[in-house]
């Protein structure tokens, strides 16, 4: 399927780092149910951003569930529809709703506090004593 695939890798410093890799040893559903929701926070920031045509490119918006990967987990969000990353990317084209790079411009203004978002939720969720997951109309459960 088409769409868009943009690669991001959280960074921080050192301190930040070590406690995101700290809770997300000790604590993987609770790191994962961050991941997710500050993901879908990512996402629900994003589709205002999205240009409007027929309508179906925003209806193609996904947040997949969390990925164990060997030094945490992972998610692929972005837009399932064929024509996604051609919206994104052709630049100088007027959007009378939205804007191109609107998923890539998202990330880049959020880019700042998300390790931070990630290491407050995971918190969060640890003191809560519960997993949750916010709504979304694209949210599915994590893989735990």
């Known amino acids: 399927m088409a769409g868009i695939n943009l690669d991001v890798r959280i960074t921080g410093d050192r301190k930040m780092m ?9 604590y993987p559903k609770a790191f994962h149910a961050a991941l997710f929701s500050v993901s879908v926070d990512i996402m629900n920031a994003t589709i205002p951003r999205t240009p409007i045509d027929q309508g179906d490119l925003r209806a193609s918006a996904f947040v997949s569930e969390p990925i164990k990967t060997g030094n ?3 998610i692929v969000l972005g ?5 996604a990353i051609f919206v994104h990317e052709k630049l100088g084209v007027n959007h009378p709703i939205g804007e191109a790079k609107f998923l890539e ?4 203004e959020m880019a700042p506090s998300l390790a931070k978002k990630i290491a407050d939720e995971t918190a969060a969720q ?5 997993v949750s997951l916010k709504n979304s109309p694209f949210a599915t459960e ?3």
């Open 18 to 26: 070590a406690k995101i890799r700290k809770l997300a040893k000790q």
């Open 142 to 144: 994590p893989n735990q």
């Open 105 to 108: 411009r998202t990330f880049r």
């Open 72 to 74: 945490g987990a992972a």
């Open 79 to 83: 837009f399932g529809a064929e024509h």
């Open 126 to 130: 640890v003191k809560a004593g519960r």
